[in-house]
């Protein structure tokens, strides 16, 4: 799963989450995408690709603002 493909899903469901904010949007997809696993709408094995690529893309926001300093 990418990033990009985990935006879709979310879309699939009516969320469009854009802050203007990454650390902000990352911390609301994470938010919605447990709140899907706990109602059931999506499985173990996708919470656990969708917390992976959060992760990922967390890390890649924190990369970028080291590197800007």
């Not at 911390?27 to 992976?52: N, P, V």
């Amino acid at each position: 799963m990418t990033y990009l493909e985990l935006l879709q899903h979310l879309r699939a469901y009516q969320a469009f989450i854009y802050t203007g904010d990454k650390e902000a949007d990352l911390d609301m997809i994470t938010d919605e995408i447990k709140e899907q696993h706990q109602l059931g709408l999506i499985d173990d094995k996708f919470l656990r690709d969708a917390l992976l690529v959060l992760s990922g893309e967390r890390s890649k926001l924190k990369k970028n603002r080291n590197d800007k300093d």
